[in-house]
């Protein structure tokens, strides 16, 4: 069933090369700004952008917490071969504050991809965990409200609350150095991934002069090339292998590379026209009170197989 998996999702990052390929070929050239470069989601987005030989994004801004490390930077060794621009802000310690940063602010951007996250939330207590998730994001997408973004992209999780997730109060949120461990993870990721959404589209409609379209990208499983979380992974990544094509779709489990193919494909396509997502609406995804388009597995795949023009289609 894994081999299955993997397989699909190959067969589809294949026609999601050939439609990059005509939509670019088609296509001005475009700048993105990319926040969780070094995340396995992120990564991956930044991968997409360099799939092809005349990339559709010719600047690429960088921006994160620490250093690139080399395992995230791997693809500089196109860069020498591709009509393409890389700017790295690293060590900007406060990305709670980026909105602040002068030079970024001063920067314009086409697409904004958010790929930031926690990556080990049982280490963190519950205020840092919150403070990544949601008050990174919220400053985050009020800089690329600055940099004129016509797409704000980021990616939470199935089912996350919505459309009022209860937001944690301030005793809540206190620091304590503790880490929470795996229970109150689980039980409050989809609580967490609400307010993420909602810190987002909120930070949007406060917007008046330019109003980016919001792209949430909701993944079940995400399966990683590497074992991140010991047993719990193992045993998720099994589940799936056997039960996926037993589940409803919104449930399918999600490459990494499929994930960030469909993110990186959907802005290209409003941003040169070739979806009626351009024009605020969309055939894929669900518009949500709030004004953002969600998307869950079937629309990923319909993306990354380029199914993203006709009739609007209904989630199984």
Known sequence: MMLRTITLSCSLLCLTALSLSRIIGETEAKTAVLFGA???VGNEVFRAMLAEKKPFFTK????????????VIDPVALWDELPL??????DISDLGNVDQHDELAAMEADACFIAVGNAF?????????????????????RLCGKMQATTITVFTAIDSEQPDPTPYSKEELTETG??????????????MMGLKETAVAS???KMTTHIPLVR??????????EIRYGWLDWTVFKFHAVFDPWLPTRYHSVTTELLAYAMV?????????????????TTVGNVGEDGATRFTYGDFVRIAAGEDVGEKHTEL
């Open 38 to 40: 070094t995340g396995a």
């Open 60 to 71: 690429v801004i960088l921006v994160g917490r620490r250093p690139f490390p080399p395992e």
């Open 85 to 90: 621009e890389v700017i790295k802000f690293e």
């Open 121 to 141: 939330p049982q280490r963190s207590d519950l205020h840092d965990w919150h403070f990544v998730e949601v008050t990174m994001a919220k400053s985050m997408t």
């Open 178 to 191: 503790t880490p929470m461990g795996w229970w109150p993870v689980l039980m409050g990721t989809m609580r």
């Open 203 to 205: 930070e949007v409609s």
């Open 216 to 225: 949430i990208f909701q993944p079940s499983n995400i399966i990683t090339e």
């Open 265 to 281: 494909t959907d802005s290209i396509n409003i941003l040169s026209g070739s979806t009626a997502s351009a024009s605020a609406s």
